[in-house]
């Protein structure tokens, strides 16, 4: 009789087990019902909220990531680091292609700075630009190229974000901070008509001992030129927004660094910014001998990680100065230029969750680095042709509006981002991310426009919306962007696709 039960119950058990994998397994593969109904608002972004980097390097011309298929590696092995950069020529800013581009993209800031910027100086003159740098300085930064930038962003409709000089040569025989080249700058500006709507007082003071620095540079020395630096804004450009630290690379993400951010915020005079910003990178590339690869492009360890690199800096911002804005104001997919696959398909899925998830965070503004420069530009360095990228970072400015929704997905289905409709009232813009191989479903309440981005091979540099190639018109002007009218129900996700879903009207 016991050894009867015993079967019984072993088989019972066996049941639910079976019972307890196929509802599983059936939960798993059952649509996503996506609920546009009574959304929880978390958060509301600016409307420049996806913004881009144009590196100093790039204004002025001089050193920059050399691209993969031009390294030497027997030069590297030879000269090290530098071999790793070659020089550019400026960029064109009143390149028409250029421009046409970069307007789809706005309203936005553009910032124009990087490491670069940390030792230019500023020929304020109509000479022809110095063949060398005075003491203290590596680069030079003429008029007529600040006037691009103005033109640039005029053109555009960008507001200009900036940082100016930290090395030795504008300061005194004491090394104290002098406003002897930020002035200049700024009264060139004005004489321009032009505005620059915010700066950092350098790039990275994380890095600032390899970033152009005077030798010794503490958290202390930075809290006195800060000082000086605050006083002369608020007597000379009072409107100019005030940001910063602007750090990177801390909370155990890239080492590297020589001042803490912590100690940036303890340093007496406590520096205060009007917007409290970092920088983000989730890696280095291989040309710094990072060890990315493609296949790690699309897991949820790497799309989730720029959350990772935000707490750190939003922790700080929280103990030294709480509800004071947060700004991104550089990323890309990679330090040291990107890896090469930061130009194909495969990084749309980081931007793209990058955008999603940061704005659910309140993060104000995102500056990708950069417009045209490296692997992780969005468009082609020679060429100014669209990557991937652009079309994506495209459509995100085509659809997605300023207030963002809670969404409640299953851990195990595709990753959901709702905003409002740009330029509409009443309206939902979707963003689907599938970054598995396997095709997922997802139920809609009503019918909506669809805009899907494929790709035939995910390290391809051609993107697909809705089975079109995406390609600039003839004259180099940008195609329509046209959707597909879907019904309500039942809708396939094909694997390793990109999908808005435009709904016109609140259910």
């Excluded at 993209?105 to 000479?127: C, H, K």
């Excluded at 989730?304 to 991104?328: H, M, V």
């Excluded at 004259?475 to 709904?503: H, R, V, W, Y």
Aim: aromatic share 10%; proline share 5%.
């Amino acid at each position: 009789m016991r050894k009867s039960i015993n079967r019984t119950l072993a088989l019972v058990y066996i049941f639910l087990l079976i019972g307890s994998f196929y509802a599983q397994s059936q939960d798993k593969s059952s649509p996503v019902k996506l609920n546009l109904t009574n959304l929880e608002q978390v958060a509301e972004v600016e409307e420049r909220f996806q913004s881009i980097n144009v590196e100093m390097c790039e204004v002025v011309g001089g050193d920059f990531w050399i691209p993969y298929e031009l390294v030497d590696v027997e030069k590297v092995k030879a000269e090290g680091f530098a071999a790793l950069k070659r020089t550019i020529p400026a960029v064109n800013l009143y390149d028409k292609k250029l421009r046409t581009l970069a307007s789809a993209l706005g309203p936005m800031y553009i910032r124009v700075s990087g490491t670069w910027a940390n030792t230019t100086f500023f020929q304020d003159n109509n000479e022809p630009k110095l063949e060398t740098a005075p003491d203290g300085y590596e680069n030079v930064l003429t008029r007529a190229e600040w006037k691009g930038v103005i033109d640039f962003c005029n053109a555009t409709n960008s507001k200009l974000v900036t940082s100016f000089a930290i090395s030795d040569g504008i300061r005194d025989e004491d090394g104290n901070w002098t406003p002897a080249q930020i002035e200049s700058l700024i009264n060139f500006t004005k004489s321009l008509g032009g505005e620059i709507y915010a700066a950092e007082m350098f790039n990275e003071p994380s890095h600032a001992g390899h970033g152009g620095a005077p030798d010794g540079y503490d958290a202390t020395w930075y809290a006195r030129d800060f000082e000086l630096f605050k006083d002369f804004v608020d007597a000379a450009y009072p409107e100019m927004k005030i940001l910063g630290p602007g750090s990177t690379g801390e909370g155990g993400l890239i080492p590297g660094g020589t001042i803490s951010t912590d100690d940036i915020m303890k340093a007496t005079p406590n520096p205060e910014f009007e917007v409290f910003t970092y920088h983000y990178y989730g890696g280095v590339s291989q040309r710094c001998r990072g060890g990315l690869t493609p296949e790690n492009a699309l897991t949820k360890e790497w799309l989730s990680k720029t959350e990772l690199g935000l707490k750190y800096y939003e922790d700080a911002r929280n103990k030294y100065q709480p509800g004071a804005p947060i700004w991104l104001t550089e990323t890309a997919e990679a330090a040291c230029g990107g890896n090469p696959w930061a130009s194909t398909y495969v990084d749309c899925f980081r931007y793209l969750e990058q955008l999603g998830r940061l704005a659910k965070k309140n993060v104000q503004v995102v500056m990708h680095n950069t417009l045209c420069a490296s692997e992780y530009a969005l468009l082609e360095q020679e060429t100014h042709d669209p990557r991937p990228n652009y079309w994506a970072a495209l459509l995100w400015n085509k659809f997605m509006g300023t207030k963002v929704y809670n969404t409640e997905t299953k851990a195990e289905g595709p990753d959901i981002f709702i905003h409002n409709l740009k330029n509409s009232t009443n309206g939902f813009a979707v963003l689907i991310v599938n970054p598995e191989v396997e095709q997922t479903s997802i139920n809609i309440p009503v019918n909506a426009e669809k805009y899907l981005l494929t790709a035939d091979e995910i390290l391809s540099k051609s993107v697909q919306l809705n089975g079109e190639i995406l390609k600039l018109n003839s004259d180099n002007t940008l195609p329509e962007i046209k959707g597909e009218n879907i019904n309500a129900g039942e809708m396939i996700i094909p694997g390793q696709s990109i999908l808005f879903l435009t709904f016109n009207q609140n259910q």
